[in-house]
């Protein structure tokens, strides 16, 4: 796993950069510092939010658009909302497969849940590690009884470190930089087109975490 995470670095470190930027703008301003850092970087960036939640209209538009749905979280509560009906519903203009990466709810002292959950109680007391783990295990559930009902649905559980969240698309995909002590709703988020280099790397990492991570099969731990 280290040479996807060292073949990251550069993108992530050029994303930090952009984010630092927009931070200091107003809203016209950052559209058009995204744009001209995008062209000259290559790296594809659309759109920037500087919370997550922010990007949960767009996201609900371009899934009832898209053929593929990819998604890895840290929790999952996205997938109970409204945004990501196209899943349980089939609803769309043509959703064709959805593949899902939660982290397993495994909790034991030290686990990268456990790590997170910690990181969480600097500015949410009650994040505590069973609460998460319930938290990731109910979504999972959740997941799981749609894909039994729908072949083109497929979940896969990860242990690895919550460090963000992707949901791609094969028309762009949508990043989310945790930050510690933050809930991901309020963490940057970055929109990414395809093609570019941010889009490509979202879909490597995604893609290396898939077929690393078992089949679910039953249990949603």
Not at 106 to 111: E, Q, Y
Not at 204 to 211: E, L, P, R, S
Request: aromatic content about 8%; glycine content about 8%.
């Amino acid at each position: 796993m280290e040479p996807f995470v060292s073949g990251m670095a550069s993108s992530l470190a050029a994303s930090a950069l952009v984010f630092v930027a927009v931070r200091l703008v107003s809203v016209r301003a950052r559209d058009w510092l995204t744009a001209v850092v995008s062209r000259w970087t290559g790296l594809g960036i659309r759109r920037v939010y500087l919370r997550q939640q922010d990007a949960e209209a767009d996201v609900a538009r371009d899934l009832r658009r898209a053929r593929w749905v990819k998604v890895l979280a840290g929790r999952g509560n996205a997938l109970t909302r409204e945004a990501f009906a196209p899943l349980r519903s089939g609803v769309g203009d043509g959703l064709e497969s959805a593949h899902i990466l939660l982290p397993t709810a495994d909790s034991h002292p030290d686990s990268w849940l456990d790590r997170r959950a910690r990181e969480l109680r600097d500015s949410d007391p009650g994040m505590e590690t069973d609460i998460l783990a319930e938290q990731v295990h109910t979504n999972a559930a959740y997941v799981g009884a749609i894909a039994r009902e729908r072949s083109s649905v497929e979940l896969r559980r990860y242990e690895l470190p919550h460090l963000f969240r992707v949901i791609a698309t094969d028309e762009g995909a949508y990043l989310t930089f945790y930050e510690r002590g933050r809930h991901g709703r309020g963490s940057p988020c970055i929109y990414a087109k395809r093609p570019g280099v941010l889009y490509d790397a979202a879909l490597a990492v995604f893609g290396t975490v898939w077929h690393g991570s078992p089949t679910t099969t039953g249990s949603t731990r």
